[in-house]
C-alpha cells in the first residue's frame, strides 16, 4: 500500500487540490489536459476487456453507454476521491441516484441480513421530492415507514426500538431551518441495529464534511445543486465502499438512470471550483446571516454558523463550513413576502439553490407546500420564511440587495 500511495501525486492532497486534479491526468491515451467528452454508445471489445469481464470488472470497462462511459468514469473518479470513498456512480438527476440507494440497501438488508427488517427509518425533515419518493414508491410497495426528527437522538432510537427498520435515511443539514445531522451518533445507533445509513449530503457537499468518514454507508447528492454549481445540469452520485457501488452500479444498469455524457462533462467541470466555490457560498451566507440577525424587520435567522441556531455546536463539531443556505422570517409574517420579493433587484426568485448566483424562495409554497400549519410550527418554520441560496458574488452587493428589500417592512 505504501508504495501505491508514495507513486500516486495525490496522496495527502487536500479537497482543492483533489478538485481539479482526481479523475483524469494526461496520459499516452489523450494528452488533454481536459478529459474529452466521449459520446460513443457502444465501445470495441478486446481480448483484454472480455478478460476484464470475466474476471467481474464489467463495471471499468467501457462496453455499452447505459453501463458506463468514460466521461462518466472521470466525473466518478473524482468524486470518489472527494468523497474519500473507493468507488461512485452518477446518475441523471438526484431523485435516480436517490431511489438506487434506497432500492440497493433494501435488496442487502432484507433477504441477507435480518429477514423482515424491511421498515426505512428516515428524518422527518426531507427534502419534499424524496418524501414523495419513499411515500409513493417504497410505501406503495410494503414497505414501512417510520419518520424520527433528525435533530433528536432520542427520537431515532424509539424509532429503531421497533426492531424491523434495515435502512435509515436522514440529510446531513436538512431544509430550511438547517438542522445538522449528527452523523457519527446516529450512525452508532444504525450499526447497533444492524441498519443501513444513507446520507444525502446535497447541502454539506464533501468540502464540508465526508459524510462517509462520518459513518455513513451510502453518501448521495443531488449534484443539480453544489456539486454542479452553475444550474446548469441535473445530475446525482451515490458512493460508498466497493460492495456498495458494485451494487448501486447494477442499478442503474438495470432502471436506466445514467447521466449523458455531455451532462457528466458539464458536472465535472464544475467540480474542479467545487472547494473555491463552498469557501465564497460560506463566506456570503455568513455576511448575511449576521447581517439579517441585527435587522428590525428580520424575526428570526436559520443558519448553523450562527451562535443562537439549535445546530451551532455539532455544525462547530462535524462541518468545516458552515454552508450557503440561509434562512430567515420576517417579522411582519406572510403578508409582506410579495413585498419583500418585488424589492429584490439581484438575487431571483426561484427553486433549488447551490448555483453562483443567489436565489430566494418561499418554503411554504415550494418546497414544503404539502405540510399542514401544525407540520410547519413542528418543523420549526414560522410566518414569513425565505430561504436563501447564498451565491458567490461579492457579499456586500448581496447585503445592499436585501437591506433595500428590507427597508420599511419592520411591524
Ligand atoms: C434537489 C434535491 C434532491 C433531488 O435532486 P434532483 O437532482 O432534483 O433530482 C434531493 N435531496 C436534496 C436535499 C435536494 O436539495
Not at 199 to 223: E, K, N, W, Y
Not at 380 to 387: I, K, N, T, W
Request: one cysteine or more.
Amino acid at each position: 500500500m505504501n508504495s501505491a500511495h508514495e507513486s500516486d501525486p495525490l496522496h495527502g492532497c487536500s479537497p482543492a487540490t483533489l478538485c481539479v486534479h482526481a479523475g483524469y491526468r494526461p496520459g499516452p491515451a489523450s494528452e488533454g489536459v481536459v478529459a474529452g467528452i466521449e459520446r460513443s454508445t457502444t465501445f470495441q471489445q478486446n481480448p483484454a476487456s472480455y478478460a476484464a469481464i470475466r474476471a467481474g470488472r464489467g463495471p471499468e470497462v467501457p462496453i455499452y453507454a447505459r453501463y458506463g462511459h468514460p466521461t462518466g468514469a472521470v466525473l466518478e473518479r473524482r468524486i470518489a476521491a472527494l468523497e474519500g470513498t473507493p468507488g461512485s456512480v452518477a446518475f441523471s438527476s438526484g431523485s435516480a441516484a436517490l431511489h438506487a440507494a434506497l432500492r440497493a440497501a433494501l435488496s442487502v438488508t432484507r433477504p441477507v441480513t435480518r429477514p423482515g427488517a424491511g421498515a426505512v427509518a428516515h428524518a422527518r425533515q426531507l427534502y419534499g421530492g424524496s418524501l414523495d419518493l419513499l411515500q409513493q414508491s417504497l410505501a406503495g410497495q410494503g414497505t414501512t415507514l417510520r419518520a424520527f426528527d433528525v435533530g433528536d437522538l432520542d427520537d431515532l432510537e424509539r424509532v429503531l426500538a421497533a426492531g424491523d427498520v434495515g435502512v435509515v435515511l436522514c440529510e446531513s443539514v436538512s431544509n430550511p431551518t438547517l438542522v445538522v445531522a449528527d452523523l457519527p451518533a446516529i450512525a452508532e445507533r444504525c450499526r447497533a441495529q444492524g441498519a443501513t445509513l444513507i446520507v444525502d449530503a446535497t447541502f454539506s457537499t464533501p468540502i464540508a464534511q465526508r459524510a462517509a468518514a462520518q459513518g455513513a454507508d451510502l453518501v448521495m447528492h443531488s449534484a443539480t445543486k453544489y456539486l454542479g454549481g452553475h444550474s446548469d445540469v441535473t445530475a446525482g452520485v451515490v458512493s460508498g465502499n466497493a460492495e456498495w457501488t458494485a451494487r448501486v452500479w447494477e442499478l442503474r444498469k438495470l432502471y436506466g438512470g445514467c447521466l449523458d455524457p455531455q451532462a457528466a462533462f458539464l458536472l465535472d467541470r464544475g467540480l474542479k471550483t467545487l472547494a473555491l466555490r463552498m469557501r465564497a457560498h460560506a463566506e456570503g451566507a455568513t455576511r448575511l446571516a449576521a447581517f439579517l440577525e441585527s435587522h428590525a424587520a428580520v424575526e428570526r435567522v436559520h443558519y448553523p454558523g450562527l451562535q443562537g441556531h439549535p445546530s451551532h455546536d455539532t455544525a462547530s463539531r462535524l462541518l468545516s463550513l458552515p454552508g450557503g443556505v440561509v434562512a430567515f422570517e420576517l417579522g411582519a409574517g406572510d403578508e409582506a413576502l410579495p413585498r419583500f420579493l418585488a424589492r429584490l433587484r439581484l438575487a431571483l426568485d426561484a427553486p433549488s439553490l447551490g448555483g453562483v448566483e443567489t436565489l430566494v424562495s418561499l418554503p411554504t409554497v415550494m418546497s414544503h407546500a404539502k405540510l399542514s400549519e401544525a407540520q410547519r410550527r413542528e418543523a420549526d418554520m414560522g410566518p414569513g420564511l425565505v430561504r436563501v441560496s447564498v451565491g458567490i458574488e461579492d457579499p456586500d452587493d448581496v447585503i445592499a440587495d436585501f437591506e433595500r428589500a428590507l427597508a420599511g417592512l419592520s411591524g
